[in-house]
Structures are given as C-alpha cells and as structure tokens.
C-alpha cells in the first residue's frame, strides 16, 4: 500500500471506526471490480460518514467505487483504478414509510427484497423486479436502472423514485426530488443520478411510491414448435387491449433452464409469458383472450395462477442467474425498438450458431429488451473462445446500432472487455455528457473508465 | 450598431419575414401567462433543427440570450425575456413527423399542441397520455420544458413519463440526439434531465414520445360535497382502499360558480367541492369499481355522486374541469396560480390553511386542482392595477407555498420555477442542491445564454472569510 493509502486507511478508520475498515486483498479480493483488487473496504454506517468518507477519498485523490449488493458490478468497462471500495451494506434503514401516501423512504444499502417485504405487510408494492432482488440493493438498483420483465407496464427506477439524496465526488450531500409524486422545483436532478453507475457520486438513501398490491394475479404460458408463433403472438397482444404486466419470449435454452419451475420440460420449444396483475375480472378476461391467441397460432397453453404464477414469475426474472458459472460466459443486454425485439433474438441464435458458441436468450418483448447469454463449445480453446464471442458480439451490436439500438455487456471477463467496449460507441450526445462528469467529478475519482465512453 | 449586426444576422438564417424586430410586434411577446413583462430584441420564427442551429450560433456570436417559446401558456415566466434577447418562436414546427404504433412511439415537432396530438393520434385507436388543463393552446416543446402534468397523471405519470427521446440544438448551436426509438440508451440519462429544464438547456426541435392504445373503456363520475374536508378526505380513502382512478379532481365553491357561469356544465351553484373521478382501462371490472368509488364517496359525506352516462355526459364535465382557469378569469382582473404539492393525505390541512391565508391578506382564494397528486392550484384573484393588493398577493402566495413545504412537500408540482418562484427555492433546496443544478446548467450551457435569468435565486450573501 503507498504512503497516501496507508493514511487514508488511518483516516477512514477515524471516520467510521476500526472494524468497518479492511485492508489487504485476503480481506478486499471479494470486493475486485473486473479482477481489480481494491487497497481498502470501508463501510460506513450513515449517509454522513458516506460523505466524510468521500471528502477523505478526495482528499487524498483516492478512486472510488461504491457497492451495493455487488450484482451489477460485472458491468461497464475495466475500471482505470479502483483504490476504495465504499460498501453501503451498513446503510440499511428505513428513514420513512408512508403506507398511506404510497411512498417510502430507505438507505441505498437496504436489499430490495427486505423492503418488499416490509411494504407487503401494508399490502404495498414496488414494482420492480430486477433479477436477483434477493440481493439487490435499491441503492444499486437506482444506480444500475436494473429492470425485469414488469417493466412492460410499470416502467423503470426512473418512473418510481421520488426522491434521492446523494453524496457528490467532493463530499458535499445534496437532495434531489423529494417524497410528493410532482415535483418541478428546479431540475429534475434525480435523472442524473439513476444509471449514472457510481461515476457522479453516492446514492445514500431512496424515496420510492409505491402500488397496491392486485386483488388477483395468473400467468399464461403458451408453447411454440417455433419463434415466429410466440413473436406473432405477443405482436397480437401488443396490439389488443390487454394490459400484461410482462410479456416475455423464452428460447428453447431459457425454456429449459425453467423446467424445474414449470414442472416438466418442454424440449425445443420456445415460450411466450404472459403476467396479469389487478382485479378477479379483468385477469380471468385477459388469461382467456390470450388463450385463445395462443391456441389460434399453434401453440399449446399452460395457466398458473396466484402462488404458481407468482413462482413462475420469480423463475423467469431470475432465470440467467441459474446459468452454468463459466468464466468465460458473456451476458448482455441488447435493446431496441419493440418490434425489432423477436427479430434480434433470432439474430442472437443465428450468431452463436454461426460461430459454434451456445446461446440463451429470453426476451421483454413489449419492452424492446433482449438478454443473451453466450458458452463456447466445451473444449474451445479460451483464445478461440474468446474470439467468436468477439465476433458474435460487434455482429449483434451492428445490428442493433441500426435501428437505433444498443448493446450493453452485463458481464463478461476482463479479457474479453479488453476487446469489446461494454457499451459501444457514444453518439452525438456524448459531448455533453462529458462536460456534466467534469462538472462535478473533476478529479475523475467516482469509478474511473467504468461508464460509456471512458468515463 | 451591435443590435442591427444581430437582427442582420438572425435574417440570414431565416430570411427577412422571419424576423419581428418592430416595437408592435415585439410587444406582444414580452408576456406570458404569469404576471411579468420583458421586452424582446427580437423575434424569430423557425421551421426546421437546421434553422434553429443556426439561430442560436447567430446568438452566441453576438453574445445574445435566447428564449424558446411555445404557446406562452406557462405560468411561471419562463417564456419572458428576461434578459432581452431572442425569442425564438416555435409554433411553426408542429408537424407530426410519424406515428409508429408497431413501436408505440410517435415522433413529434415541439411546436404541436397537445391536444392536435392526441387529436391526430385518436383514430388510430392510440393517445399520448400527459393532458395539461391548458392541451388546447400548449405545446409538445412547452410540455417537455416544463414536465407538465395533468388530469391523468395520477395513475399515468407526467410528461418525463412519457418522452423517450429528442433532438436538441444546444446553447451553442450544436445538434444532439438524446435517447430515441430503443429504450435504455447508453450514458446518462439526458432526456430525463432535459425534460423540466425550461428552456434553460437549449431547443428542443424534435420530440419521440410514447403512445398507447386508447383505454377500452371509462367511467367518469362527479362527486358532491357540502364539505370541502370531507371531500378531500375521499381523495385518501379511494386510494387507501387499494384503487388508482385515472384521475381525482377537485374544484371547490367558487370555482364551480365561475365555470358554471362560463361553461354551464350542470355543476351545483350551493355545494362546498366536487371531484372529479375517473376510472378507465379493462372494461369488464369498470362497473364494480364505479360502484366502490361511489360507495367510498356516499361513505364519506357526499350528498349526490353521479355517473356520466354518455361521452357527451363525460366531455360536458371536463369542459368544466378544463375550463377551470379561464373561467375564474372571468371573475377578476388578474390572478396568481399556486402550484404548491403535499402529499395527498394532507389536502385537508393544507386546504384549510389556505383559506386562513386568504382571511389574513383578505384576498379571495378559489381552488381547482390535482387532487390525487396533492398539487394544489389555489388562484389568489386580485386586479393588477392595485399595487399594494398584488404584494399582498405575492406575500399570500409566498406563505402557500411554506406551508407546502412545511407539510412535506414542495414549491411546483407542474408549473416550473421560472421567474416566478426563484425566490421560494430556498425553501426546499439548500445551498448545496442549489449548486449542484447550476453545475448541469454550466455543462449545458457555459455562456448562460438559454433562457437566462430563471430558475435560481441570486447566490446568498457570503461574508468574507478574512
Ligand atoms: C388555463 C391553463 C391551464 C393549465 N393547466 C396545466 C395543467 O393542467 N398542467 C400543467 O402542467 N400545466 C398547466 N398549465 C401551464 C402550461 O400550460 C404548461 O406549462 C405548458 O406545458 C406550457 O406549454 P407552452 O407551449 O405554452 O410553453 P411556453 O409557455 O411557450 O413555454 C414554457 C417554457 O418552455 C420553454 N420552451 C418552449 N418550447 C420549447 C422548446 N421547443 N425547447 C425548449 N424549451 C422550450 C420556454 O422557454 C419556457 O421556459 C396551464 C396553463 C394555463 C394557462
């Protein structure tokens, strides 16, 4: 450890106490960003201590990374440095909760999963369903902008969060929002902050609004010998009056990952998910328009409804994380306009065909969202591996980049984020973007190079 | 003379008749729908990205502020030229460029008002949610700068809700695309955090916004009270009792009176406060939550709820609603709009406050508002021409929104900051916050030429450090 470290660690342990502060990689290596080890963990226990933390990071021109529940932080680019790493798990209180205003007000380390099922008690939900939400925590999910399949009808963290405070690169706290549902009182600043990726400060605490809870729930499942039945099919649904909470399309590898959940398997098929949320009437209406949809265009249906669809459901947003662990397995987050969504995740099968890599793709198919995972062939040699992913990759990305589309790498080896921008190229915004960093991370200390661009 | 070499220049751009630069002319836009005046040193129309670009480099060689304007319908000032400058008029851009329903996206120009919007989008079986009171004479470009709410935006979200993307000529006369027809694009989010900017971050010249299919069916009801208490308690319990109407709105006495007059919508001339409630989506659980909302109502204290039976019914209605505003001007010289935001289950404290204050400046104070937000609108009438009544006003006015802020809430739910609330900011961001938005400022716009003059209090006296 240099000189500098070795007295900000006797700083921070000042600041936060002695046994909230870890040193050494046998203690820091659970904390590497990209196989990046940081010099210190601190964990500071409340929103203050997350700014004098910082204020002594920037002091000493210490970089930093903040960490919520850790799940996201296979995204973005390497890191230029990471010297700290602020772990919020600590900050993990409610501040406020209004059932009967519909919001609620936490610390960012407070895991998702507590919180929902805090606010189910007052029969209150959040939702967003980001995967792993066991873990996630509403810090990080604000930050990241994670989303799942729900995001059809209830949108993103951007369409939930009232309110967030925040610790600048400097120091400084500030609030941005607050806890009403209309707020214009100056810049709507809490755009800023969620999926900004820790690179323009700290969120330290969250206020959320909240739904209440639907009366009943179903889910409908439909088989298809093929993926132009399912697309179809959800094309139909789109264009209807139904209101699905989630409309996912699952190829034949997602399909199997769920087989456990779904009770049986359903080899080489491909699926179309359907959630309905609200009233007893309006949910039976929906499970049978949809079955009728389904049955019209081939497919076979399969209805789950409360406690199953429930399971389901938890099944479908968690599904990638009961993917085979392989180090050299890439998972991205390929995004589009809606109705291009079947059509990239043909081209995502087709690509990791083409070059002999296994692919698992599951698609929000009225969200314009597709997720793929990429395997190299058992045996691949991992330069070779490596290789095709490249390929597969930048192949997708093109395509996606004409429509107006993105790719984001979600996970992936350093190895391969040597080669492959996890983002892609900036557009004609990135000028901007730039100047607003500097702005307000001038030394560059709030995880450097993570973010587009070099940022 | 500098002024001649700008004027010269703006016409360049746009050619001669593109460019209003006679006292005449110049006067009609030194105002808006709030209460200051500011003259311009000219006027431009504009027609395409391209020819803003080139006004705003024209500005920034002469060093001129600029001001975008919509339909000058906002209340807080943001289209006065404060500083002088260009107005830069944007109504002639009001094309729809595209409707994209298999993309549930349409791509707009910011000079479209909304209601055009959802008129041209009504046929095809889609609408753009946000519905701004003022939808007839406000723009898509005035929407996005304010993040304007409305009617439906209780269940629905405002403005920033429903924009996915934009193109947008910056202050110094670059032109950038911010998000687009794909969801989640890469960086920051700088479509969340241009919408609410009030023309402060640059033109807006192009608008993509979200569509969705028109509702299978709605209920419309009125619900009528001779307590203004207990009709704001309804508002809590219809949401407690786990529903989310479309809307929740709320006129009281002398408001009513005043539509009535206006409008003739068949409203009570004796009772204290009507909602308005309306609920719509699937139509099969339509009728059973119509009957919980009305029994909800008759629960707490309404003496007569009734359901729309028709469109005609329902459209009747919300000509009442909509006419709101203008209708009140019907009573009175002038008027200053609060939009002060509570959380909801501080209506009825904050409603009865209000009326204190209006006993204690003796001003009249009628309400129309956003119930199910908790964005008040109490409309603090008065006649211009009296100087010591509008301080009055200004202080009354002042005291609602503390209250606000008080309650838990915030100085504008909908309305902007503008020139108009500048000095309240400080009620609910410290200096730091203060801060930290003029730092977004300085990125977009380092020359401060956007719209200058807004938003933000002057710094607070510092006392020298010796
Ligand atoms: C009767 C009445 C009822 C109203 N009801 C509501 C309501 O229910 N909800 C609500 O939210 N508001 C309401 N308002 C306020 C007002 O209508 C809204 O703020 C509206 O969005 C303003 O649109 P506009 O086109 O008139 O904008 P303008 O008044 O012309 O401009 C408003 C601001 O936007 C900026 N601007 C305009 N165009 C652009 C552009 N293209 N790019 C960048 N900046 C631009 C201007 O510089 C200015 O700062 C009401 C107003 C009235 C008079």
């Known amino acids: ?455 | 003379m500098a002024q001649n070499l700008l004027i010269e220049g703006l016409r360049q751009v746009v050619g001669e008749a593109n460019v209003l630069d006679s006292p005449v002319h110049l006067q009609l836009y030194q105002y808006d729908a709030y209460l200051e005046e500011r003259r311009p040193d000219a006027v431009v129309f504009v027609h395409s990205t391209e020819e803003v670009a080139g006004i705003v480099r024209v500005c920034n060689q002469h060093g001129a502020p600029f001001v975008p304007r919509g339909g000058g319908t906002n209340l807080s000032g943001g289209t006065i030229p404060f500083r002088g400058g260009v107005v830069i008029e944007m109504i002639r851009m009001n094309r729809l460029l595209e409707v994209d329903t298999a993309n549930l996206r349409a791509r707009v120009q910011p000079g479209m008002f909304n209601l055009e919007l959802g008129n041209a989008l009504a046929p095809l079986g889609f609408q753009y949610l946000p519905d701004p009171a003022s939808q007839k004479a406000a723009t898509l470009g005035g929407n996005v700068a304010e993040n304007s709410g409305g009617p439906h935006c209780f269940k629905y979200g405002v403005t920033t809700n429903h924009v996915v993307g934009m193109t947008v000529v910056m202050p110094d006369g670059e032109i950038a695309e911010f998000g687009g027809l794909a969801p989640d694009t890469t960086g920051y989010d700088l479509t969340g955090v241009f919408v609410g900017s009030e023309g402060t971050f640059g033109v807006c010249t192009e608008v993509v916004v979200r569509i969705v299919r028109l509702a299978e069916g709605v209920k419309t009801m009125l619900a009528i009270y001779d307590s203004i208490e207990r009709g704001s308690e309804t508002v809590s319990a219809i949401v407690a009792a786990g529903m989310i109407p479309a809307t929740l709105e709320m006129m009281d006495q002398l408001v009513i009176q005043a539509v009535e007059q206006s409008i003739h919508c068949g409203l009570p001339l004796d009772c204290a406060t009507v909602l308005i409630i309306e609920v719509d989506g699937l139509k099969d659980d339509l009728e059973a939550q119509t009957e919980a909302i009305v029994r909800l109502c008759k629960e707490h204290g309404a003496r007569e709820v009734r359901v729309a039976k028709d469109d005609a019914e329902r459209a009747l209605l919300w000509a009442g609603r909509r006419g709101a505003f203008g209708a009140v001007a019907r009573l009175t010289p002038s008027y200053l709009v609060c939009d002060g935001t509570v959380p909801r289950t501080a209506l009825p404290a904050v409603l009865k406050k209000v009326a204190e204050v209006g006993e204690k400046y003796d001003l009249k104070i009628p309400n129309v508002f956003h119930a199910g937000d908790g964005n008040l609108h109490p409309l603090i009438l008065f006649d211009w021409r009296n100087a010591e009544q509008k301080a009055r006003v200004m202080k009354a006015g002042m005291e609602i929104l503390a209250l606000c802020v008080e309650l838990g809430g915030t100085i504008s739910g909908e309305h902007g900051v503008g020139l108009e609330k500048m000095d309240s900011m400080r009620l609910v961001l410290s200096e730091a916050d203060i801060r930290s938005q003029l730092r977004v400022k300085r990125a977009f716009d380092p020359k401060d030429l956007a719209n200058p003059g807004k938003i933000f209090p002057a710094p607070q006296e510092v006392a020298c450090v010796p």
């Open chain 1, 1 to 455: 450890m240099s000189h500098d470290l070795a007295s900000l660690r006797r700083q921070l342990e000042d600041l936060v106490g002695n046994s909230h502060v870890d040193a050494g990689p046998e203690t820091t290596a659970a904390f590497a960003v990209d196989g990046m080890i940081p010099a210190l963990t601190v964990r500071p226990g409340t929103q203050d201590e997350v700014a004098a933390v910082v204020a002594a990071c920037a002091a000493s021109g210490a970089a930093l990374v903040p960490w919520g529940g850790g799940t996201a932080m296979g995204m973005g680019n390497c890191p230029v440095r990471v010297d700290v790493v602020v772990h919020l798990d600590r900050l993990n209180r409610v501040v406020e909760f209004d059932p009967d205003n519909l919001c609620v007000t936490v610390e960012a380390g407070m895991p998702l999963a507590r919180l929902q099922e805090m606010i189910a008690e007052k029969k209150l939900l959040l939702p967003l369903d980001p995967p792993d939400g066991a873990r996630v925590t509403v810090g990080g999910l604000v930050a990241a902008n994670l989303s799942g399949p729900r995001r059809l009808l209830h949108g993103t963290a951007r369409d939930w969060v009232l309110g967030i405070r925040v610790v600048l690169p400097d120091g400084e706290r500030i609030r941005c929002g607050g806890r009403v549902i209309k707020n214009v009182s100056g810049y709507d600043m809490n755009k800023l902050f969620i999926r900004s990726f820790g690179t323009l400060g700290i969120i330290t605490e969250v206020t959320v609004k909240l739904l209440p809870m639907p009366a009943a729930q179903a889910s409908v499942l439909g088989l298809f010998p093929d993926l132009s039945g399912a697309a179809a099919t959800a094309e139909k649904v789109l264009a209807s009056f139904l209101l699905p909470e989630a409309l996912e399309l699952l190829d034949p590898c997602a399909l199997d990952i769920l087989a456990p959940a779904l009770g049986r398997s359903a080899p080489g098929n491909f699926a179309l998910a359907a959630g309905f949320t609200g009233s007893r009437e309006t949910v039976e209406r929906q499970v049978r328009d949809l079955e009728t949809l389904i049955s019209e265009r081939g497919g076979t249906v399969r209805l789950f409804r409360e406690v199953d669809s429930v399971r389901i459901w938890d099944a479908v947003t968690n599904a990638f994380g009961a993917l085979p662990q392989d180090p050299l397995r890439v998972l991205c987050m390929v995004a589009v306009p809606i109705a291009r969504t079947a059509g990239m995740m043909a081209s995502a099968r087709a690509g990791a065909t083409g070059s002999g890599l296994t692919a698992a793709t599951l698609a929000h198919a009225g969200s314009g969202i597709l997720w793929a995972a990429f395997f190299p062939a058992a045996g691949l040699p991992e330069d070779e591996a490596v290789s095709r992913m490249v390929t597969t990759l930048l192949a997708l990305r093109e395509e996606a980049a004409t429509v107006g589309g993105s790719l984001v790498i979600q996970e992936a080896s350093p190895r391969l984020k040597e080669r492959v921008d996890a983002w892609g190229k900036p557009g004609s915004s990135f000028a901007i973007m730039r100047r607003i960093k500097t702005e307000f991370d001038p030394q560059g200390l709030c995880s450097p190079g993570r973010f587009l661009g070099g940022i």
